[in-house]
């Protein structure tokens, strides 16, 4: 089944009646007999839906994310400290550096706080050490300054045939769409839609989409099982082809692409359209090929063109009218079929967007990143939930499951061992060495600011940068253990 969608398609500017007397441009005999296509009526979906590893309930999130997302740590290790070499700055990253750095993203994403550097604040409201823990704010910047996926030096040049807008983030992408294939195999009922990833920067595939949620930003054609949103495939929209490449239309060439793995195996393709209007039913069909147009709530009529359904077909369906009361309407089967699966994109989106990874990044590539990670989560919790449903288990929720991920990709991970992080509730900070004296119980560490003596100062005054951890007096070196005894 194929619904194109009205925005995409000149479908919805035609009515019936011109398509029958445009049969050069259509050759299709339109009837007003509906009959049931004889291209399905033997057709059936033997594969069996679902995560490819039925025992998924058995793993830990670390261990159902891992296939998706490990096997890129490394490229993401080495094309980094090649760009930070590149530009002089040695990076010096590891895979388990680059893990910890991913859980505090994930982190960041469910635990959201004004900017990134509230989270090493000073201010106790915002501090958290979970993150201070793991790292300092200036090496969290530099990870994410120098972030790499693909070697600029090799890129195409921008007039040559091998130029690729999306070089920078192609490796993902290509890794993605591969693996979300091998661990899930879909159900019949898919759905296509735009999903859209949000930037105000400058960039030739910024689109504006006047009726959106994010109305300026990246276009993202995905591929979604209906059943439970997950994620099959997508292809970021980088604006018209080239005139060499065939093209039927937008709407067609979205859907052929990226159903193009999924040929010879049953899958009835959907994509979505307008909102449902009441109203009358009309319909026309030729051979295979029906149009079905309904007018639900509104001006408008909703037109489907379907290669699966009876044109004729219809059932009942409840609408709720003036008074308040749910009354039965008849509807086309088709519009009535569209109506059960076309949410899975949304669906999908919905996941996606209530701890999102995503920060602000004024390179355009980065926010695709954090789009992609995001859906690494997504998918894997979404084959973690399947398994549980299939084997009647209890899950987590999709915040447990983040969480517990963060927890396992930091582990016990620290760049900052050996330099303790100090509590906020004092205006104290250490030295670029880090170095601290200890007499007895209290701890010697030095400040940001010079300030008075509180022993020796009473005659003569004299100013010291350091202080007591434990009783919170500014003494100078010659006063500290004199002091305390």
């Not at 004024?362 to 894997?380: E, G, Q």
């Not at 900070?429 to 209290?442: A, L, P, Q, W």
Request: charged residues 25%; hydrophobic residues 30%.
């Amino acid at each position: 089944m194929k619904l194109l969608e009205s925005e995409d398609s000149d479908i919805d500017e035609l009515s019936t009646k011109e398509i029958e007397t445009n049969t050069n441009t259509y050759p299709l005999q339109f009837s007003k007999i509906g009959n049931q296509p004889d291209k399905y009526l033997n057709s059936r979906y033997r594969a069996k839906k679902g995560p490819v590893d039925p025992y998924l309930y058995k793993k830990s999130p670390l261990d159902i994310w891992e296939p998706i997302f490990l096997p890129f740590i490394d490229k993401i290790v080495t094309e980094s400290n090649l760009y930070a070499s590149q530009k002089n700055m040695p990076l010096d990253t590891t895979p388990e550096e680059v893990r910890a750095y991913l859980g505090i993203v994930i982190f960041m994403g469910y635990h959201s706080l004004p900017s990134i550097r509230s989270y090493w604040s000073n201010d106790p409201n915002f501090f958290c050490e979970r993150v201070a823990k793991v790292m300092t704010v200036k090496r969290f910047l530099k990870l994410t300054r120098f972030l790499h996926l693909n070697d600029n030096l090799q890129m195409p040049p921008r007039n040559t045939e091998h130029f690729d807008k999306l070089y920078k983030v192609r490796p993902l992408i290509s890794h993605l769409k591969q693996v979300y294939l091998d661990l899930y195999t879909p159900s019949k009922q898919l759905a296509i839609d735009e999903s859209m990833v949000a930037f105000t920067g400058r960039s030739t595939m910024k689109q504006f989409m006047p009726l959106k949620p994010i109305k300026r930003g990246f276009k993202v054609w995905a591929m979604a099982n209906s059943s439970n949103g997950y994620l099959i495939n997508f292809d970021v929209y980088t604006g018209k082809k080239s005139s060499n490449q065939t093209e039927f239309g937008l709407g067609e060439n979205v859907v052929l692409d990226l159903t193009q793995n999924l040929k010879h195996k049953s899958c009835y393709i959907m994509k979505k359209d307008k909102d449902f209007k009441m109203g009358d039913t009309d319909f026309a069909q030729s051979g295979d090929v029906s149009i079905s147009r309904w007018k639900d709530r509104g001006k408008k009529p909703v037109t489907i063109v379907s290669n699966m359904h009876n044109a004729s077909a219809t059932e009942i369906v409840l609408r709720t009218n003036s008074r308040g009361q749910r009354t039965p309407i008849l509807c086309p089967s088709s519009i009535a079929d569209y109506n059960r699966y076309m949410g899975a994109v949304d669906r999908f989106d919905q996941y996606m967007s209530a701890y999102s990874v995503s920060q602000k990044s004024r390179r355009w590539w980065v926010k695709l990143f954090y789009y992609m990670l995001d859906t690494t989560i997504v998918n894997s919790f979404l084959l973690y939930k399947d398994s549980c449903n299939a084997m009647k288990k209890k899950y987590m929720s999709h915040l447990e499951f983040r969480s517990k991920l963060t927890d396992q990709l930091i582990s016990d991970f620290s760049s900052r061992q050996r330099r303790p992080i100090i509590s906020p509730m004092s205006n104290k900070r250490k030295d670029s060495t880090g170095s601290v004296k200890i007499s007895g119980k209290h701890l010697a560490i030095k400040i940001s600011t010079y300030r008075r003596c509180v022993s020796c100062s009473k005659s003569k005054e004299k100013r010291s940068n350091m202080a007591c951890d434990t009783c919170d007096k500014v003494l100078c070196k010659d006063c500290f253990a004199k002091y305390h005894e």
